[in-house]
């Protein structure tokens, strides 16, 4: 949480004893609208990343509930692409439910539409080579058991693409936009 605007009030306070009132337009006002205008594009820059980050941790998240369904041990090739499969298709059903629903003639709701991208988003990113941490390593999935949810500790996993053809290709973390 942004504290500038907390110690500018009191630099201001030390200053001029208790702040009852300021003039309008004068420097203190100023350095307090300044310091609250930077603890705003502070918390807009933490929310607009937190919600970019926030399809990778689900990722993460969702590969170690299969981890751990699995007992903490690697997964081979085969079962690893099972899972990505799941995963790119795991709002099939809803999809089809809402597209059952419509009315005939109907234009398409606009989370019909953003599951039908995002469903068709994952396939060619699994047809290209789909993000997801190194399943098949046994130090790597002990580390993604261990991981509790937060941004940071992501970083010390190993992270691979894999194609829907099988190949397998070691990538780096954060992926920089190639996901």
Known sequence: MPKSLEKTRKKIAKK?????????NSRDSQRLRRALMRDDKLIKVASARRKNDKPLVQRAAYFQEAIRANDGKPLDLESVQGLIKSFVHQHDEEFNELKKDRRPGRPASTREDLLRIK?????KEYENGFYLPDLTDENNVIFLDRWEGSWSYLSTLKWVRITSSGQIQESKFPPKGES
């Not at 001029?16 to 309008?24: D, M, P, Q, V, Y």
């Not at 469903?119 to 396939?123: C, L, Q, R």
Request: no cysteine; net charge negative.
């Open 16 to 24: 001029k004893g208790n702040i009852t009132a300021l003039h309008e």
């Open 119 to 123: 469903i068709a988003a994952d396939e």
